[in-house]
């Protein structure tokens, strides 16, 4: 399962989603935002690496943290030199190794969006509950669609009372899973971990299972590991 976790536009929480459902499935989540990386880094060869030809994808997984992790760096050169054209095999490659791989997409429409989405074989559109954000959800929804990565799955974030459910349902085609405005969700992504590790019970972490069960196919055996696969 290749799955990508994208978005119409940046702040709707989309490398949360990513973060939290590769804690739930098991999968490396792999920061495909070249430009603006957004999940925990540290040191070693990074995705930047990796498309410039000066790193393994598979060797360049992070191991042993709260979730298996292919980061990206941050530095501008870094995401000049990088070939974005080399992210759908780095991801296969993960995919071989290790089962599972969750996409976190940089925001837009631009080549650098469409690359993580060619990667995947299925899409979770991340929107916040707001109908001005409808337009770019369908924009993206539209080029998953074009590029074979269909929409699995939308996650309502950072929803109140009586969020749009049915009215997202009925404009994108797709069934909704909704993530209720939590400070202890934000608290849990701001020291890099997921929120099913340090607040189990709660309903933000309830919806994160939901989401990994409606997207996730029966499983076939153990996942693989670098070191055992």
Known sequence: MRVAVTGGKGGVG???VAYNLGAVTDAVVVDGDLG????????GPDLHDVLAGRADPVEAVRE?????????????AGARAADVRGLVDAVRA?????GDVVV????????DAGM??????????VALPDAFALPDALRTRALARELDAGLAQVVLNRTGTNPPR???????????????????LARATAAG???TATMPDSAAAESFHALAAAITPPRRGARRTRTGR
């Open 193 to 195: 971990q997921p929120v």
């Open 104 to 111: 976190d997409c940089p925001a837009g429409l631009a080549a």
């Open 64 to 76: 042993g943290g709260p979730v298996d992790l292919l980061p990206c760096g941050r530095s501008l």
């Open 14 to 16: 989309k490398s949360t």
């Open 94 to 98: 993960v995919e071989r190794a290790y």
């Open 166 to 184: 049915a009215a997202v349902e009925r404009a994108l085609g797709a069934p909704v899973t909704t993530v209720p405005e939590s400070d202890g």
């Open 116 to 125: 993580p989405l060619l990667a995947a074989d299925r899409t979770v559109l």
């Open 36 to 43: 603006m990386a957004d999940l925990p880094g540290g040191t």
